[in-house]
């Protein structure tokens, strides 16, 4: 009797360790599928897992951060909680639930969870990093310097240390700081586009424009449809400019840029939401009761704020989805929509008593097609207010010019007739700087003008 007992206990133990062996391959086959980009495959594996053992930490865990990587984050955020529920000390669930609190814009939460993970692995250097990046979005520039500072210190070779150190720097306007880490970054990872894109950035700031048109070019040759590269080279070099900022450079420029959007503008003592706000205040009593205020190219929001005691209908456009994420946080507008600012326009024709649009048309140099946007979309005696950076005409004889920097610059000429030719009156054109450049004021101008009764 007791040696059959034995040998049941025996078979038991057997087949548990049967049972262990396939868990831990399924396991397996199902990160190897996930670091191989096949996410479908590797959830299927995950729930199959989950099926059976619905407390498995890995399977949760694993099954959450492909939730995130498949766009999905609020499920993967729950997911990843349960896991946790079970496992309060797993570090990599910890971090990874800070990389998807990070993404839904929880940055409170995102940093406790680094925080938390760093408590019980102090010397990671992924999480440092990502304790870094999420300091920068806090605005906390001076703490996150600090943490890329930490990961280098442990890790020198860590090349997105280095470049998300340079990115701090540039924000802080420490360019040459900046300039040499994005040089290490680009030494320790050859292969990467980003880093050269970055370089030419940095030599682009400190105003070496040969050697940035080199670093673009170089960001080329490794991704040739690299929007940002392309529009800069072209900004860099004077060669091949296009009439306007591609779509693509605009939406990747502000979805890199959301962060650290507002703080960098800050330092930049950036005032033109304050202008146009001002130029409408002067206006107010012409406004209709129930005014429809759209404010085209709403980036991050800054404008709402000033805008909505005159809106009975305050309406915001951008193309960045990131920055439009964050206008709609502020909780001031009615409506948010991520679009192309003209065809918005086009489609929205006799629908706004004011248009706004502070340092959008900056990315337009032709400005003719927008302008006609804007007057078709204004009710008759609507109107229009904007900013754009101003160039004298010897610098730019077509009325318009691409700088360095990557925006375009217009004339009051230029400016003056296209306003006209889309069919706006009593034009008001201002001489403004809305934002420094390299410490210095960027000079401007502040557009007013309004539709005529009738089209």
Not at 320 to 349: F, I, P, T, W
Request: net charge negative.
């Amino acid at each position: 009797m007791s040696s059959n007992t034995g040998d049941r206990e025996e078979q038991q133990e057997q087949e548990d360790d049967s049972q262990a062996m396939s868990l831990d391959a399924a396991l397996a086959l199902g990160l190897q599928n996930q670091r191989a980009g096949r996410l479908a495959e590797a959830e299927n594996i995950y729930l199959q897992i989950l099926a059976a053992l619905p407390d498995n930490v890995d399977a949760l865990h694993l099954l959450g951060v492909a939730e995130h990587q498949m766009g999905r984050s609020e499920a993967a955020e729950k997911l990843i909680s349960r896991a946790l529920m079970l496992a309060p000390e797993h570090a990599d669930a910890l971090c990874n639930r800070g990389n998807v609190f990070q993404s839904l814009r929880r940055l409170a939460e995102a940093e406790a969870d680094y925080r938390r993970a760093l408590d019980l692995r102090p010397d990671d250097p992924n999480t440092l990093s990502n304790l870094g990046t999420v300091l920068r979005a806090r605005g906390d520039l001076e703490g996150a310097v600090a943490r890329f500072r930490d990961v280098i210190a442990r890790q020198p070779d860590h090349a997105p240390a280095w470049q998300n150190l340079g990115s701090t720097l540039q924000t802080l306007q420490r360019g040459q700081e900046a300039l040499e880490a994005f040089r290490e970054a680009a030494r320790l990872a050859p292969e990467s586009a980003d880093m050269f894109r970055d370089l030419g950035g940095a030599l682009c700031g400190e105003g070496r424009l040969r050697e940035a048109v080199e670093m673009y070019r170089r960001c080329l040759l490794l991704a040739p449809d690299d929007a940002c590269a392309r529009h800069m080279l072209a900004a860099c070099s004077g060669e091949g400019a296009p009439a306007r900022a591609s779509d693509a450079y605009v939406r990747a420029l502000f979805d890199a840029y959301a962060s650290t959007f507002d703080a960098s503008l800050a330092r930049l003592e950036y005032r033109g939401p304050a202008l146009v706000a001002q130029a409408v205040d002067e206006i107010a009593s012409d406004l209709p009761p129930k005014a429809v205020v759209l404010d085209a190219g709403c980036g991050t929001g800054l404008s709402g704020p000033l805008l909505r005691g005159r809106a009975f209908v305050l309406l915001g456009v951008d193309l960045s989805a990131s920055m439009v994420a964050l206008a709609r946080a502020r909780g001031v507008y009615d409506e948010l929509v991520v679009d192309e600012l003209a065809r918005y326009l086009r489609q929205h024709a006799q629908t706004c008593d004011v248009i706004v649009s502070a340092d959008t048309l900056v990315y337009f140099g032709d400005l003719g097609e927008v302008l006609a946007a804007v007057a078709a979309a204004l009710r008759p005696r609507g109107a229009c207010v904007f900013t754009l950076e101003r160039a004298e005409p010897a610098d730019a004889p077509a009325g318009y010019r691409l700088n360095p920097h990557g925006r375009y610059s217009h004339t009051r000429d230029y400016v003056a007739g296209l306003v006209g030719d889309a069919g706006l009156v009593e034009p008001e054109i201002h001489e403004i700087s809305s934002r420094k450049e390299s410490k210095q004021w960027v000079p401007g101008w502040l557009v007013r003008a309004r539709r005529r009764h009738s089209p």
